[in-house]
């Protein structure tokens, strides 16, 4: 079983929206954990309501920082920080293959509901379609240089 660690700078919504949908697409196959440089402290609750449309479990999730792993083996780290939006991005320095994979912050979009939940659901639809097509791969035979190479051309084809 390979470990995903997706990581971001708060740990409140895309980290977590990507943590869930790995462990729920990838069953048998992938255990996803999800932490940040500085995680807010809580889980977003749109990102919450956002898994439950999908029907995906809500509980159990923490906003924690990454330096609560540091005893876990992590075989891949997934950044979903938005460099464009001028977040620090965290690195995590280990052996892990490392690619990013930017999203906009959907935790930051201010308006009506309907526009936060359709934020919240462009980020999750991106997230989900980048995760199945990792997910087509023959992970675990590809070479670490050619998975980082596969994984980063995801992250460029699916925006």
Not at 70 to 82: K, L
Not at 120 to 130: H, L
Request: net charge negative.
């Amino acid at each position: 079983m390979l470990n995903i660690f997706v990581i971001c700078t708060g740990n409140s919504c895309r980290s977590v929206m990507g943590e869930a949908l790995f462990n729920h697409l990838g069953q048998g196959r992938i255990k996803a954990f999800s932490a940040g440089s500085h995680p807010i402290g809580r889980i977003n609750q749109d990102a919450l309501a956002t898994l439950k449309r999908h029907n995906l479990p809500t509980e159990g999730y923490q906003s924690q920082s990454w330096d609560d792993f540091t005893e876990q083996t992590m075989d891949i780290v997934i950044t979903v920080c938005d460099n464009a939006a001028g977040e620090t991005c965290p690195v995590y320095l280990d052996s892990a293959v490392k690619v990013h994979w930017g999203l906009v912050d959907p935790g930051h979009v201010k308006g009506t509901d309907e526009k936060i939940i359709a934020a919240f659901e462009e980020t999750f639809s991106i997230i989900k379609q980048r995760i199945n097509s990792m997910l087509a791969l023959p992970l675990e035979t590809m070479s670490p240089e050619k998975l980082t190479s596969e994984l980063n051309a995801i992250a460029q084809s699916i925006s």
